[in-house]
């Protein structure tokens, strides 16, 4: 299974990739390919404010619609816009393209109880 | 304790395939290899083959058959000719569906094929009902595989691997013959709305025929593609075709369901009084097919509004890979089952616009 190193899990499959000011963050390959193929993307507007476990958006499937909710309280400076016309590619590529949003965090403070790769991997394989 | 769960003879075939197998219906099953849309436009192009050994195949025998079917079958079978399918129902005593099945008259026998989550509920529910004739029931289900081959390159495709001429076996028709010696029973039929054909072959012997028609990991078919139980639903969703526990369940009368094609209401069978009555005092609701704005999918359970209250409820809905839009089908109120009528589907917090059209939603070229 390919789990980037660079980042942090939740156990709800969501990945936070800290960058300089920012947080991104997406599903996991593993989310994307049990979903299926994503049909739809809700994502929400660029400058709205969210709080650690607040849901920002929704995948829908053919089979399954999952709710996204973010670790990680901030601003959303920046949706990935490509994802309304184009939510395939979240299924083609989880942990790039198909990144969801970035967020200015209050603190990334959060992240540190997340999963790392190792963690994230090892809980989806005694989830199997 | 949950019961265990059941493999067909091609668990291991799937797995190496690259089937995600899931559980259905208490069998594992493959839901997709490719990828649901893939494999769904995949079947509408050329051809796919899906295991549907979960389904339930009964051998009944007896001369008291065709007077016992028919009693317990909405479709009326008497005459029912040897060669031949028919798409049934069969329902409680108030009316509500048991199962939809497939009834084939044999020349010594009948089969049935009923879903596979209610093979045991049909086998009780025959062994109930025949305790004073001389009809005896067998389950074959484990005994036997299916394989579903579907979509418009299948005709030219099976009859490069078979002698015996597919296209003498018209649409509900059956044969049975020998391939290499193996007892082997076509239907022509199918749940995807291509053409196609679903055969039946002793379970002992089915990964031999794969090979045949699949070719191997490392050297796979060129055309003929293995498809899971996904692409299989949005197929079915698009040709209208029912599903049991959705479109179909004891909670609902064949009528209702819109399957009054496959009612004969002046013969006696089980579940007939209760629909006459509702066919005179008319269908308080009735299935029909929704085009939704935007690409939402309405799930199963959603519910359905029309003049700012609610009046229904989804029963299947997909975003629909042939024609791009998301389509559903739903149970409503009997004032709003138009062609036209303007409807709103709730999805999470949001009403989306829908209205109603014509089922099926895709009809395959002839």
């Not at chain 2, 208490?26 to 050994?53: K, L, N």
């Not at chain 2, 024609?323 to 989306?352: D, N, P, Q, W």
Request: with cysteine.
């Amino acid at each position: 299974m390919n789990v980037p190193t660079d980042r942090k899990y939740t156990e709800t499959h969501e990945w936070f990739l800290p960058n300089d000011d920012t947080v991104t963050m997406g599903i996991t390959q593993y989310a994307a390919d049990e979903l299926t193929d994503i049909t739809y993307v809700e994502l929400p507007e660029v400058g709205t404010t969210v709080k650690v476990g607040d849901q920002i958006g929704e995948v829908e499937s053919v089979k399954a619609t999952s709710d996204i909710n973010t670790a990680v309280g901030g601003e959303v400076v920046e949706v990935n816009t490509a994802l309304v016309d184009h939510p395939e590619l979240i299924n083609d590529d989880a942990f790039d393209d198909g990144w969801m949003i970035k967020i200015r965090p209050d603190s990334t403070e959060p992240l540190t109880a997340l999963l790392d790769a190792k963690e994230y991997t090892s809980f989806v394989q005694d989830a199997v | 304790m949950m019961e265990s769960v059941l493999e067909t003879p091609l668990y291991d075939t799937h797995v190496e395939m690259g089937g995600r197998m899931v559980e259905f219906a208490g069998w594992s099953m493959p839901v997709q290899f490719a990828g649901i849309t893939e494999e769904h436009i995949h079947t509408r192009t050329a051809c796919s083959v899906f295991d549907v050994s979960h389904m339930g195949r009964l051998k009944l025998t007896g001369d008291d058959c065709e007077s016992f079917l028919n009693r317990l079958c909405t479709r009326n079978l008497s005459g029912a000719d040897v060669g031949r399918s028919y798409y049934t129902h069969m329902c409680r005593e108030d009316g509500g569906v048991l199962d939809d099945l497939i009834v084939s008259r044999f020349e010594l026998h009948w089969g049935i094929v009923c879903n596979g989550i209610n093979r045991v509920k049909i086998i009780t529910w025959l062994s109930k009902h025949n305790p004073k004739t001389d009809v005896t029931i067998k389950d074959e289900t484990l005994s036997t595989a299916m394989l579903a081959i579907q979509g418009p390159k299948t005709l030219e495709l099976a009859q490069e691997l078979v002698d015996t001429d597919l296209s003498s076996i018209k649409r509900y028709r059956f044969k049975t013959f020998e391939l290499m010696g193996i007892p082997i029973t076509i239907y022509r039929s199918g749940y995807t709305g291509e053409d196609g054909f679903e055969v039946v072959i002793p379970s002992g012997v089915v990964k031999m025929l794969v090979p045949r028609l699949l070719g191997t990991k490392e050297q796979p078919h060129p055309v003929i593609k293995p498809a899971g139980l996904g692409a299989r639903d949005t197929l079915r969703i698009e040709a209208a075709m029912p599903l049991y526990g959705h479109e179909l369940s004891e909670e609902i009368d064949s009528l209702t369901a819109g399957q009054d094609w496959c009612v004969d209401l002046t013969k006696d069978f089980i579940g007939a009084e209760p629909m006459r009555k509702l066919k005179e005092q008319g269908l308080p609701r009735r299935l029909v097919g929704l085009r939704l704005e935007g690409r939402r999918i309405a799930r199963q359970h959603y519910k359905v509004y029309g003049d700012s209250r609610e009046v229904g409820e989804i029963t299947s809905g997909t975003l629909s890979p042939t024609l791009g839009v998301s389509i559903a089908m739903a149970f409503v109120a009997g004032e709003f089952v138009e062609e036209g009528t303007e409807l709103g589907v709730e999805i999470g917090s949001k009403r989306v616009a829908a209205t109603v059209v014509k089922l099926p939603f895709y009809k395959r070229p002839k």
